[in-house]
């Protein structure tokens, strides 16, 4: 079988008409208008998102108890507030040396 030289594209594109593509379809061209920006919110400084890690057993057992206490009433729980009661009702001073 016989090699071709070169390929398809070199005789249907120039080089001026791939750089005029480029430029208006890449690189800026025409822009859409935008609508105004809407006014940025204020972020809330009461709080922080973080990241802990917990056991799966743990997680379930967190779950568990989020499911039972929405099945009582507290139609608000999440594990965050668990979390929080939690935190308000330990004692520290009753903490294990190692848990």
Partial sequence: ???REGSGLDGVLDDDEVSAVLRDSFYG?????????KPKKKKPDHYDVICISLYKEDLAQL???????KKQGHRRISRSAL?????DEVEIR???RAY
């Fill in 63 to 69: 779950d568990k108890m989020v499911a039972k206490l």
């Fill in 29 to 37: 061209g025409k822009t859409t208008k935008r609508g105004r920006a």
């Fill in 1 to 3: 079988m016989k090699r």
């Fill in 83 to 87: 979390i929080r009661f939690a935190l």
């Fill in 94 to 96: 009753d903490f294990p």
